[in-house]
């Protein structure tokens, strides 16, 4: 069993067998996380370039650490500024890269579709890091991989992604892997925040944190963005905060335990109050480690059989 | 020059005629027209058994991007592209740099049209309905119809302003000139790359409502209700909303005109999955249902003309991040073939009202003068195979842009000559 692509560019369209693979896979990096020496060859003689056309720390030390682990030559270039805006297009960007001899790319970026761009214009592996609101699959994975850890599986289990649809690569990736692993997923949000037809993924739709909250076992929070309310899309922090913003006193009315995940970063006491977010519930730290872990089974996977 | 057009099926829908005939042209004119005519071995004979012989075809919204765009498309190279895609006559967007806002800019336009390509394809300025297209103040029309233009258009942005649209609409009426609107409403488009549905849901892409399109052609329909003499023309309608909004209208009585892309009746939102960039255009590729509507609407006659927005840009210009990506294909020379592959083939239209899109109605909009085939007209003709087939090869464009996304895609249907100006090409 192996990957159908020679790249990750999302979850959209992997089968259960593959995606079984990487979580499967991700368990045995997993072990190796919690040995005193971390760092094992697969990837030794082989150079990762992380091009991160996004600010990011967590995603990008999280790779830096997984390639490092995998004994991998590690190179990384961040730049706040889209590659147009430097005068120098992301085509001329790869093709410089590529004549450095890389053999596999990550890459954040914040236009849909900039990772399958860039798979068509290098021969080296492409990883999606996140590329604009479209998709984030190695995040969606170790979303996938955290809840396997906690429930022993995905089939049947019931995750709400609430806050901000539209512009999440999150939720998508989570979406994508989620259905495919016969999960069922719904989604809260503002009307103005959920994106048309959304329910033609395959999940369901809420306005109120109080009706979907007896009904599922995770809550994946998404990160809300104080710019969204400067376009017109909410109206205040305080007001998105009572509406949807998760708080212990919430979940506790539903009188179970629910399970917390946040990406990251977290507004503390905007879309997730602190006591849940630290709270004996939260994964939200296991998901910084088991991300690691995923990024080197996607890595072994992809480089290793090269 | 001597033709002998041999035995060709003659579709003249200015005189209501479609039969097989002999033509015989002599300097540029059609001397005599008649079944099975002999002519001395000085004609050059083409034998048109089983092809089509039309009134000049002419698409009137072509980008030709000179003065100022000249590394995109030149008006030499956008007219060898027009000749090699079967049109005797485009009309070009002001959207150029300078605009086509003032005499001389159009002057320029028209003259370089009469010189380059044997001045066989005629070049209609479409003018800036307002200075520089700002959308601010008229621009000088009256001066603009005597230097040539045959339209107004701010075409690439909307005429935004209710106010300003109303004005253009009255000004223009007295040419009995069309206002011919790219119907978008700003506010709700910006950042905008795609239509925003399910595709751009999957894709999280930033998406163009549909409805952004129909609110502008709706007030447009209501000013036109208000100034009454004046005439509208949509630009490139995409959605099944906007040609319902044109139908009613339309049997309200109102002068509204539409035309539809060749893309918009053949793609939809599905070919963006591939992030290619050559899927990319403003109005975007809409939903199978808009497709749909396109082609209900083009053969009850609520879509009057088919033309191809042709909107070249270099390969490094598309060669980017999508949402970089600027917007349009071109599509001059895939037209005839996509419209007989995706229209008459499949009994959406006859060839007969083919050419009524392609030909009679855009003359008709722009008060251009008939095309007849008869004895003593000018030959202004286009000679079409509906039959053969053809893989389109963009590396063959005449274009100097090789942005289209139908490259490698199976055609029936090509223009295989043209006659203008006492000049013909055959291909």
Not at chain 1, 2 to 14: I, T
Not at chain 2, 335 to 345: D, E, H, K, M
């Amino acid at each position: 069993m192996k990957l159908q692509s020679r790249h990750l560019l999302g979850l959209e369209g992997m089968s259960k067998e593959e995606l079984t693979l990487i979580l499967d896979t991700a368990v045995s990096f997993r072990e190796i996380l919690d040995r005193p020496i971390k760092k094992v060859p697969p990837l030794q003689g082989k150079t990762v370039v992380n091009l991160f056309f996004e600010s990011s720390t967590r995603t990008r030390i999280s790779f830096e650490l997984a390639e490092r682990r995998l004994s991998a030559d590690v190179v990384s270039f961040a730049t706040a500024a889209s590659s147009v805006g430097k005068g120098e297009t992301l085509k001329d960007t790869a093709r410089n890269i590529e004549a450095m001899k890389i053999d596999m790319v990550v890459i954040r970026h914040s236009a849909p579709g900039a990772a399958h761009f860039l798979s068509r214009v290098v021969d080296a592996n492409v990883i999606n890091a996140g590329d604009g609101a479209h998709e984030h699959p190695t995040q969606g994975l170790l979303d996938m991989f955290t809840l396997r850890e906690t429930f022993g599986t995905l089939e049947g289990l019931r995750v709400c992604l609430v806050g901000d649809i539209t512009h999440s690569r999150v939720a998508r990736s989570n979406i994508y892997g989620l259905r495919t692993m016969g999960a069922e997923v719904t989604v809260c949000g503002p009307q103005t925040l959920i994106p048309h037809d959304i329910e033609r993924l395959g999940v369901r739709v809420y306005h109120r944190l109080e009706d979907i909250i007896p009904h599922v076992d995770v809550f994946n929070v998404l990160r809300i963005q104080l710019e969204r309310q400067k376009s017109g899309l909410f109206p205040s922090l305080r007001e998105y905060h009572r509406f949807f913003g998760l708080t212990k006193e919430r979940i506790d009315r539903a009188g179970k335990p629910i399970t917390i995940m946040h990406p990251g970063p977290i507004n503390r006491d905007v879309e997730l109050s602190a006591d849940l977010a630290d709270g004996e519930h939260s994964v939200i730290l296991q998901q910084v480690t088991n991300g690691v872990a995923i990024r080197m089974a996607v890595l072994y996977l992809l480089g290793a059989s090269n | 020059m001597k033709l002998h057009l041999k035995g060709g099926r003659l579709i003249d829908p200015v005189s209501g005629k479609d039969e097989v005939a002999d033509i015989l042209v002599v300097e540029g004119r059609i001397e005599k027209l008649g079944t099975s005519l002999s002519a001395d071995p000085s004609f050059q004979v083409l034998d048109l058994k089983n092809k089509i012989v039309a009134p000049g075809f002419i698409d009137m919204h072509v980008h030709l991007r000179e003065p100022g765009y000249e590394h995109k498309e030149t008006i030499e190279s956008g007219c060898a592209a027009a000749a090699a895609g079967g049109f005797t006559a485009v009309c070009c967007m002001p959207n150029t740099n300078p605009a086509i806002d003032e005499e001389s800019v159009a002057r320029y336009v028209r003259e370089k049209g009469k010189q380059v390509c044997d001045g066989i394809v005629d070049v209609y300025p479409i003018a800036a309905a307002t200075k520089g297209r700002q959308g601010e103040e008229l621009a000088p029309m009256a001066e603009l119809v005597e230097a040539g233009a045959v339209g107004f258009s701010d075409d690439g942005s909307p005429i935004a302003s209710a106010e300003m649209m109303r004005r253009a609409l009255e000004y223009a009426s007295m040419f009995h000139l069309p206002i011919l609107q790219h119907a978008e409403e700003p506010t709700m488009t910006k950042g905008g790359c795609m239509n925003e549905g399910f595709t751009s849901t999957r894709l999280g892409m930033p998406g163009i409502p549909s409805v952004a399109e129909e609110l502008m052609i709706a007030r447009d329909i209501l000013l036109l209700r208000y100034v009454r003499q004046a005439r509208y023309h949509v630009a490139h309608i995409s959605t099944r909303g906007s040609v319902d909004l044109v139908r009613a209208a339309k049997r309200a009585g109102l002068p509204v005109t539409c035309e539809v892309t060749p893309h918009h009746f053949t793609l939809t939102e599905d070919a963006v999955s591939s992030f290619d960039t050559n899927t990319k255009m403003n109005p975007p590729l809409r939903t199978r249902e808009d497709v749909d509507a396109m082609k209900e609407g083009l053969r009850d006659g609520t879509i009057d003309v088919i033309a191809t927005d042709h909107a070249p840009h270099t390969i490094d210009e598309k060669e980017v991040e999508y949402t970089q990506a600027p917007f349009g294909i071109i599509g001059l020379e895939t037209a005839i073939g996509l419209s007989i592959t995706g229209l008459v083939r499949t009994n959406v239209l006859s060839l007969y009202q083919l050419v009524e899109k392609f030909s009679t109605n855009p003359r008709k909009i722009l008060s251009l003068p008939p095309i007849r085939i008869a004895e003593g007209e000018r030959a202004n003709l286009t000679l079409i195979d509906p039959e053969v087939q053809w893989r389109v090869d963009v590396a063959q464009s005449r274009s100097k842009s090789r942005n289209t996304p139908f490259h490698g895609h199976q055609l029936r249907g090509k223009a295989i000559g043209i006659i203008n100006n006492d000049r013909y090409l055959l291909f």
